[in-house]
């Protein structure tokens, strides 16, 4: 008998969880491979897009109305737009380091592989504390047929580095870590003589 009502009780509950939920939790996203960039490889034009709180799991690719849908069924970005998935390809991108971490974000187009390659580039600032964010970046519209491949590189910074002084080209995207370095709060102390 009690084990009748646990049975129900375990089916009461898992009806509860609604269907979106149950979608989530087998949905980790895309992974990073080892493939490097080839030879042949053209620099992407590459910007980056706000989408709230649209925080998931994993690396992501948004180039059709269907994972536009996928992405919905998270409740953090439901009400993110993302504008004509067939004009633009946004790619998503989990950034994870330590609290003085700065990120590089380089894209490239390769004919011969036929794909789009992202790079995250994470500079760790010696910090033990962990944390991270998501970024969204929009890149040219994906041809069809090809694919979006994804790379990570953790580099170890020298800590008495500001991010100022990280040697970027321009056309590179750089992100500071909300608390973190970059608005030159080192290199002012430095200069003023009260740094470390």
């Given at each position: 008998?009690?084990?009748?009502?646990?049975?129900?009780?375990?089916?009461?509950?898992?009806?509860?969880?609604?269907?979106?939920?149950?979608?989530?939790?087998?949905?980790?996203?895309?992974?990073?491979?080892?493939?490097?960039?080839?030879?042949?490889?053209?620099?992407?034009?590459?910007?980056?897009?706000?989408?709230?709180?649209?925080?998931?799991?994993?690396?992501?690719?948004?180039?059709?109305?269907?994972?536009?849908?996928?992405?919905r069924r998270w409740p953090q970005c439901q009400?993110?737009?993302?504008?004509?998935?067939?004009?633009?390809?946004?790619?998503?991108?989990?950034?994870?380091?330590?609290?003085?971490?700065?990120?590089?974000?380089?894209?490239?187009?390769?004919?011969?592989?036929?794909?789009?390659?992202?790079?995250?580039?994470?500079?760790?600032?010696?910090?033990?504390?962990?944390?991270?964010?998501?970024?969204?970046?929009?890149?040219?519209?994906?041809?069809?047929?090809?694919?979006?491949?994804?790379?990570?590189?953790?580099?170890?910074?020298?800590?008495?580095?500001?991010?100022?002084?990280?040697?970027?080209?321009?056309?590179?995207?750089?992100?500071?870590?909300?608390?973190?370095?970059?608005?030159?709060?080192?290199?002012?102390?430095?200069?003023?003589?009260?740094?470390?």
């Amino acid at each position: 008998m009690r084990s009748v009502r646990w049975a129900a009780a375990a089916v009461a509950v898992v009806a509860a969880v609604p269907a979106a939920a149950r979608a989530q939790q087998t949905d980790r996203g895309l992974r990073p491979d080892s493939a490097g960039i080839p030879a042949d490889t053209v620099r992407l034009p590459s910007r980056r897009v706000d989408l709230g709180r649209c925080d998931v799991l994993g690396y992501r690719v948004v180039d059709d109305s269907a994972a536009v849908r996928r992405l919905r069924r998270w409740p953090q970005c439901q009400g993110a737009d993302f504008g004509d998935p067939g004009a633009r390809t946004l790619v998503g991108l989990p950034l994870s380091g330590d609290c003085h971490a700065r990120f590089r974000i380089d894209a490239w187009r390769s004919e011969r592989r036929r794909e789009y390659r992202v790079l995250v580039t994470t500079y760790g600032g010696g910090c033990r504390a962990w944390g991270g964010g998501y970024q969204w970046l929009a890149l040219p519209k994906l041809p069809a047929g090809w694919r979006v491949g994804f790379g990570e590189r953790r580099v170890r910074d020298d800590y008495t580095r500001g991010a100022e002084e990280l040697p970027l080209a321009p056309d590179r995207i750089y992100i500071p870590q909300p608390g973190g370095p970059g608005a030159g709060s080192r290199k002012a102390a430095r200069e003023s003589g009260s740094g470390s």
